[in-house]
């Protein structure tokens, strides 16, 4: 799966557990350091509690990462709560599986999100101008049509940031560019 910078752009693959135990999105505070990403202060610490019920040695949870995730035609934007998770570098816990509710074929070691949450979709702008017959076909062909994603080097990216410099240069007045 690819994670994206909200800031930069850049990009990070990484492998991502799914924990049906985990309470929320977590990233590995040695992992986030490596790769800069950017983090912001929570405003209250939040303790944290290991699977064997004790407290966890790398302390509270006092920091946040906000991040893009991509993973085969999937994308949304998500927050990841950071603190020691040991060996794995990100946790996507019950409340990320309830959301998308992944079909998993454990045999092959495959997931695939075909259920997703309207908020996941790389057309939600589109989607939200469509009648909703029009929105209802689209929904069906994203199910059918995945895109790896997270082969690519940039996870498709580079026309969005084109799009989005585009938008910033219509903000900022010419003699600034």
């Known amino acids: 799966m690819g994670l ?3 800031d930069t752009h850049e990009g990070v693959t990484v492998d991502a557990l799914l924990d049906s135990r ?3 999105l977590f990233m590995n505070k040695e992992f986030m350091e490596k790769n800069r990403f950017r983090m912001e202060r929570l405003e209250r610490p939040v303790k ?3 699977i064997d019920r004790t ?3 790398g302390g509270d949870i006092t ?3 906000t991040c893009n995730i991509y993973y085969r035609g999937h994308r949304e934007r998500a927050r990841f709560d950071v603190c020691n998770l040991g060996r794995t570098e990100v946790i996507l816990g019950m409340p990320w599986l309830a959301a998308h509710n992944p079909e998993i074929d454990w045999e092959k070691g495959e ?3 075909t259920r997703c949450p309207p908020w996941c979709s790389k057309n939600n702008e589109k989607r939200e101008e469509m009648k909703p017959r029009e929105r209802k076909r689209a929904l069906e062909k994203e199910k059918v ?3 790896a994603a997270d082969e690519k080097e940039d996870w498709g990216r580079e026309e969005e940031m084109e799009i989005d410099h585009r938008k910033i240069e219509t903000m900022v007045p010419k003699q600034f560019h």
């Open 4 to 6: 994206e910078k909200v």
């Open 22 to 24: 985990a309470t929320g």
């Open 145 to 147: 049509i995945s895109w």
């Open 111 to 113: 997931v695939k999100l």
């Open 63 to 65: 920091h946040e990462v």
């Open 48 to 50: 944290v509690v290991n």
């Open 55 to 57: 407290h966890n040695k």
